[in-house]
């Protein structure tokens, strides 16, 4: 490589490039700030929000994300209200939702599912698998 082959931040043709936005819902904020580190550093726009009033809210005042990940405690109700919300609201409807599990549990992931959630991982988080989940899940713009 040369150096003129070399884009710097200086250089007048670069253009911002537009971060992919996703949302976790996870009250266990070691486990988020793991999260928002390593996506941030792969170019994602991250949000994290530690209660479900706060998220309940998110939803009904923001537009919605490309991708949400969310606590599985936050869907153990035959309708929880987060899932409720999303689908009352222009554009979360169509969200890949990933459910963030401490241990595997069929009967959660089942229920889980049958509310519309398209996908899940199990603590501890690999970063590899992480991607590879928002990279089969995310949508091409």
């Known amino acids: 490589m ?30 988020a700030s793991l999260m928002h580190m390593l996506l941030y550093r792969e170019g994602f726009d991250i949000s994290i929000i530690c209660s479900e009033t706060d998220a309940l809210d998110h939803i009904q005042g923001q537009s919605p994300p490309e991708l949400l990940f969310v606590n599985y405690k936050w869907l153990t109700d035959d309708y929880p209200p987060v899932i409720q919300r999303m689908l009352y609201h222009d554009g979360w ?40 989940v928002i990279q089969k899940h995310i949508k091409e713009k």
């Open 93 to 132: 409807q169509d969200i890949s939702i990933i459910l963030l599990l401490s241990y595997f549990d069929e009967d959660i992931i089942d229920h889980a599912t049958t509310m519309g959630v398209s996908d899940y991982l199990i603590q501890p988080i690999e970063p590899g698998v992480l991607l590879d």
């Open 2 to 31: 040369h150096v003129s082959d070399v884009r710097t931040c200086m250089d007048a043709s670069s253009a911002p490039v537009a971060r992919r936005k996703i949302l976790v819902f996870e009250e266990d904020k070691f486990l």
